[in-house]
């Protein structure tokens, strides 16, 4: 993949993608994604989050290229657009670990994660 230089004209476009993704909720949507298409309903079931928050989020996403969706019967089936969030999301939790492990400050709740090898993102 090429490099893409961060322009005056494309640093919101970015800002809003990140601003995006700023909400728990939605990376809780994404990392449900990642192992394959999903109704709402399987979302609400995965997530805890209920049915109208799971909904508002998924346009958003939806909106912003991060997921895809296609309709068979009454159902909407969700999926990741594009896996390179995943790799997004892991580059960031990799940072947020080794910010807190170097003693950094940290805004979770509970532990900040661990490194998963049994199903790497690619």
């Known amino acids: 993949m090429g490099r893409f230089i961060l322009t005056d004209g494309v640093l919101p476009l970015v800002a809003d993608r990140f601003k995006a993704l700023s909400e728990p909720a939605r990376l809780a949507l994404l990392r449900s994604l990642q192992y394959g298409e999903q109704t709402v309903n399987q979302l609400v079931a995965g997530t805890g989050l ?3 928050n799971v909904s508002k989020h998924l346009q958003v996403l939806h909106a912003h290229g991060f997921v895809k969706r296609r309709k068979n019967g009454l159902f909407v089936h969700y ?9 997004l999301c892991e580059l960031m939790s990799s940072r947020v670990n080794a910010h807190v492990t170097a003693g950094g400050q940290s805004h979770a709740r509970g532990p900040v994660g ?9």
């Open 50 to 52: 209920g049915q109208a």
């Open 114 to 122: 661990h490194i998963d090898n049994s199903d790497e993102v690619g």
């Open 79 to 87: 999926a990741l657009a594009d896996r390179q969030i995943l790799k």
